[in-house]
C-alpha cells in the first residue's frame, strides 16, 4: 500500500509539514526500528526477532506499527486490545496515529 492510498495528504510534502509541525514529545527507549510482522504473540508473551534496525527511538514507534500490522491482518478481531492487555498499558492513539503517518515516508 502507498502512502496515497493510506493518507488524506496531497503529496508527500504535505505529509512531511505535517509530521514536523506535529511531532509529539519522545520517551526514547530502545526500540526495533522496523517491527512491522517481526514479532509473534503467544501465551507467554510478545516476541520479536530481525533486530537489524534497532536503536533508540520513542517507545510509541514499535507499537504504532504493530497496530497497524493487527488492523492490516486481524481487522475487527479484539486482537489490538489483547495486544494493550499484554504490554500492560492505555494506547496513546495521538502518538500511534502519527507514527504511523512517519512510516508512510520511508
Known amino acids: 500500500m502507498d502512502w496515497q492510498d493510506t493518507t488524506n495528504f496531497t503529496n508527500p510534502e504535505e505529509l512531511y509539514k505535517w509530521l514536523c509541525d506535529n511531532k509529539p514529545p519522545e520517551e526514547p ?5 522496523d517491527i512491522g510482522a517481526n514479532f509473534f504473540i503467544d501465551d507467554d508473551g510478545i516476541y520479536l526477532y530481525d533486530l537489524a534496525r534497532c536503536g533508540i527511538a520513542d517507545k510509541w514507534t514499535d507499537i504504532a506499527l ?3 500490522d493487527i488492523r492490516d491482518y486481524y481487522p475487527d478481531t479484539g486482537y489490538e486490545q489483547v495486544f494493550f492487555d499484554m504490554l500492560g498499558t492505555r494506547p496513546d492513539y495521538e502518538k500511534i496515529n502519527y507514527y504511523i503517518l512517519s512510516d508512510e515516508m520511508f
Open 29 to 33: 527507549v530502545f526500540t526495533h526500528g
Open 66 to 68: 504493530c497496530v497497524r
